[in-house]
């Protein structure tokens, strides 16, 4: 097996092979030895990907935020929401997509006793769609940015599903028997200290209750009501106060 530096995506290849290059050591991109990367370190380095990507898709609406009021762009947006719904954007973006993004790929590279499952695999591609909704709903003209407590929405069906299909993959990617203990196995990518295992099985259990207490609170949500009561009776319903645990634990 061929060692891997995960963070900086290279392979290095042992200095038996050759002892001219780089010390004794070749570098060689991730891309030129895909097909040797274990599953566990090509799912890290795509929730990693999408982790850094939603981080800078926020800075970006951050800046159109910003640059967008100051003349003489301001004559450029004649939608009265568009920074609102810009500002819930970089909310969701940098504090809810990409805190769970970088969660799950640190899950991935916890040692189990066999290859993540086509769920595990999949589930960074569920989450990469619900960004994209999520986006097109902000890029939607008319809809209504609501900012709520803890997590602000767009009150439009297409961020809803979005935001569930992010959390969805989240959680599908916790789908396999990292969530108990298991052996140090040999192809671990990254070796862990026993504590951030521990903190991570935690961490993951805690959004697992996140999720069903979030499930609770919107199946038990009054009719008639306004959009920013039940955004507010929803975030306060016990899902949010469960996920802020998880962030304390980690």
Not at 28 to 53: D, Q, S, Y
Not at 111 to 122: H, K
Request: hydrophobic residues 55%; aromatic residues 10%.
């Amino acid at each position: 097996m061929i060692p891997l530096d995960p963070l900086r995506g290279f392979y290095i290849i042992d200095k038996k092979i050759s002892r001219s290059i780089y010390r004794g050591l070749i570098v060689l991109p991730a891309r030129a030895l895909e097909p040797l990367a274990p599953p566990e370190a090509r799912c890290a380095r795509a929730w990693l990907a999408l982790a850094l990507g939603v981080l800078v898709i926020a800075g970006l609406f951050a800046l159109v935020v910003v640059i967008g009021r100051m003349p003489p762009f301001d004559r450029l947006v004649t939608d009265p929401l568009f920074f609102k719904r810009g500002l819930v954007v970089h909310v969701n973006l940098a504090l809810v997509a990409w805190f769970y993004s970088f969660i799950a790929a640190l899950l991935f590279l916890m040692p189990g006793r066999r290859a993540p499952g086509r769920v595990a695999r999949a589930s960074v591609h569920l989450a990469v769609l619900g960004v994209l909704m999520m986006l097109m709903a902000a890029a939607l003209p008319g809809t209504r940015p609501v900012l709520s407590n803890y997590i602000p929405m767009i009150d439009h069906w297409l961020f809803g599903i979005g935001q569930v299909a992010f959390g969805a993959g989240v959680l599908a990617s916790f789908v396999g028997r990292r969530l108990v203990s298991a052996p140090r196995a040999a192809g671990v990518v990254v070796p862990l200290p026993d504590a951030a295992r521990s903190g991570l099985r935690t961490t993951a259990a805690a959004l697992l209750l996140a999720a069903l207490t979030f499930s609770i609170a919107w199946w038990n949500l009054p009719g008639g009501v306004a959009p920013e009561v039940r955004y507010e009776l929803l975030f306060w319903g016990g899902a949010t106060s469960c996920s802020s645990r998880a962030a304390r634990r980690w």
